[in-house]
């Protein structure tokens, strides 16, 4: 067989690798050696038909160890992801395996795994949710080495009833039982493993970093509007949409007319001492007060709940202004202060009728008369208010299918969605559009699709 120089350099590092019995006995001329191999797995992806992970790979930071639980383990922080190469099990591999392992790794950061790792290992064993997460994206992966698990294998070892495009919960559920019932037999699962599946990806527990914001920064930089590598189509298109109300010009304008105490500026001299140079003068200063309603009754659906959360991201951003949110069906369930993304709640699964007089009824009473009001609903509820709302400005946004507000009079603007997402809703189970739709929202996190 003839050898090219990458298999070449390959087998000279692996020969070396063998000798080592501790991390400390990693030499900086092998470690640059072996990082020039990545650097190649990294060119080819690039100049492939998935450059998305080479691109994407450029923006990651490389170490190198031995004996890790898998061959890459990626940890991360608030800057960057880290993927750490176990030397010897990494240089074991040919090129195209170790170029599907990158792809591997990069799969479980765009499924925000990291996130979901924590809530799932509450419900089930690390084997189970491990073998769940790796079979998520596998199906999506060529050229993946032996040992790696995958669907067809999966039901072949442990008798389960896995399918394509199915959510990773799903794959949880159908691992858990089949092992269920293969422990009633047996005590050892009849799973060939190369590595201890029950510690891979142990990594990634109890991170303490937006993980969202992070895999959204690196694959929108990777993404160049080429074609999406299978399994990342909607995720990588809904990671570019934007709020479609434009927002930023009505809010600049309602919030400059609230007026919140005074500012320091060096362009105004102090009315008292004028001659005082040193001294600051004031000026008026303005903080927008929104009241976001959220009608989360029975007749708006979870996706349309969350196309409204996507636009309360949007409004979020401006940091001028005091913002309050309330959900609402026929009663104002609860109300909460939000600064940021981090600050938003899962939604109350309590749901009622359509009412809209009881968020105004609410505001009337509890200090909210000055509040810019926004209210998210599917626009079916009373045609009459029972109470007028003593706010100046009101805006009302018409979610997902509804036509038109159902009142007569609606003291306010209404604005509506567009319906560009129609067909999301219609297809459930085409894997990562609930995943596109989380990345971007953060709600129900029992809602992931692989």
Not at 56 to 81: A, C, D, H, V
Not at 150 to 175: G, H, P, Q, V, W
Not at 180 to 201: A, G, Q, R, T
Not at 418 to 427: A, M, V
């Amino acid at each position: 067989m003839e050898y090219t120089a990458f298999d070449n350099l390959r087998r000279e590092l692996l020969l070396e690798a063998l000798s080592f019995k501790k991390k400390e006995d990693i030499n900086n001329e092998f470690k640059r050696k072996f990082l020039s191999l990545i650097e190649k797995c990294t060119l080819s992806l690039i100049e492939g038909e998935d450059n998305f992970f080479g691109l994407f790979m450029i923006q990651i930071k490389r170490e190198i160890s031995i004996n890790l639980s898998w061959p890459i383990e990626t940890r991360g922080n608030l800057n960057n992801y880290i993927m750490t190469f176990s030397v010897k099990e990494f240089l074991d591999l040919t090129k195209g395996e170790m170029c599907a392992l990158i792809k591997h790794e990069v799969f479980h950061i765009m499924y925000d795994h990291y996130s979901r790792i924590n809530v799932l290992r509450n419900e089930y064993s690390p084997l189970v949710v491990n073998l769940a997460m790796d079979v998520s994206v596998n199906q999506f992966i060529k050229g993946l080495p032996g040992f790696c698990h995958r669907i067809d294998s999966i039901n072949m070892s442990i008798n389960a009833d896995l399918k394509e495009d199915e959510s990773l919960e799903t794959y949880a559920y159908k691992i858990q039982k089949a092992l269920d019932e293969i422990e009633k037999d047996s005590k050892s699962p009849p799973l060939s493993e190369d590595f201890n599946m029950e510690k891979v990806h142990d990594s990634w527990l109890n991170n303490d970093f937006d993980s969202k914001e992070l895999s959204k920064k690196n694959a929108l930089n990777a993404y160049k509007g080429d074609n999406a590598p299978k399994g990342l189509e909607l995720l990588l298109k809904a990671l570019r949409e934007r709020p479609e109300i434009k927002w930023s010009n009505y809010l600049k304008r309602i919030i400059r007319t609230e007026k919140g105490g005074y500012k320091k500026t060096i362009t105004r001299k102090d009315r008292r001492q004028p001659e005082r140079l040193d001294l600051r003068g004031s000026l008026r200063d303005h903080i927008g007060k929104i009241l976001i309603a959220i009608d989360i009754s029975g007749s708006i659906s979870d996706e349309e709940i969350k196309e409204i959360l996507r636009e309360v991201f949007g409004i979020v951003k401006n940091k001028t202004a005091e913002i309050t949110v309330a959900e609402v069906d026929d009663k104002v369930r609860r109300t909460y202060k939000v600064k940021g993304k981090k600050d938003l709640k899962p939604k109350l699964d309590r749901r009622g009728g359509t009412a809209f007089s009881p968020l105004f009824n609410y505001s009337n009473k509890n200090g909210f008369k000055d509040h810019l009001i926004v209210y998210f609903t599917d626009g079916m509820g009373e045609e009459e208010l029972s109470v007028k709302p003593l706010n100046k400005n009101i805006l009302w946004v018409l979610t997902g299918k509804g036509k038109e507000l159902s009142l007569k009079k609606s003291y306010g603007k209404v604005l509506k969605l567009k319906e560009s997402n129609d067909t999301i809703y219609e297809n459930k189970n085409v894997t990562g559009i609930r995943v596109a739709k989380d990345m971007l929202k953060d709600i129900n996190t029992r809602e992931w699709i692989c």
